[in-house]
């Protein structure tokens, strides 16, 4: 049952991410990439790993997407719809894409299959916790008030245009 659930998640999850990159409509990929998030959380779950999908909700899923769309929101009509919406850099883009791909590939083909299940830590949480607080508190509010700041430059912007 557990690979089925395996499986459908990360259908759901590459699915959603190929529309992410592939929708024209970037407040439509932006919801997209809100179910890429949630099938993420899922297979968070089934690794027993549910403080990290909890985690994977309320920050990416809560916060980074809410973000994103209200700034697309907020800033659509500052784009000049004159403009193309895509670059000449199409060709460079599925090369790294492919070579990424390919680089995947070669590594998980040389993994020994199937890979024990080994149990986690007792205090796994607490070690999780100890580590987010120590060395890594920083840069997490120094990202979350850059996040604030993007988001008050666009309605700044978003009000001088109207």
């Known amino acids: 049952m557990q690979h089925v659930m395996f499986f459908l998640f990360a259908i759901i999850t590459l699915g959603a991410a190929i529309m992410v990159v592939t929708t024209r409509n970037l407040l439509r990929s932006a919801l997209w990439l809100i179910l890429v998030f949630f099938g993420i959380a899922g297979i968070f779950v089934l690794l027993n790993a ?83 607080v120590g060395p890594y508190a920083v840069p997490f509010e120094v990202a979350s008030v850059l996040l604030v700041v993007a988001m008050i430059g666009a309605i700044i912007i978003a009000r001088e245009h109207e």
């Open 50 to 132: 549910e403080f990290l999908a909890v985690v994977q909700i309320l920050v990416y899923v809560g916060a980074i997407a809410t973000l994103i769309i209200f700034a697309v929101m907020l800033t659509r009509q500052v784009m000049d719809p004159k403009q193309p919406r895509f670059n000449d850099q199409a060709r460079v883009v599925a090369g790294f894409a492919t070579l990424l791909f390919v680089v995947l590939a070669v590594i998980v083909t040389r993994v020994a299959w199937p890979v024990a299940i080994g149990a986690a830590p007792v205090d796994a949480i607490q070690q999780l916790g100890m580590d987010f």
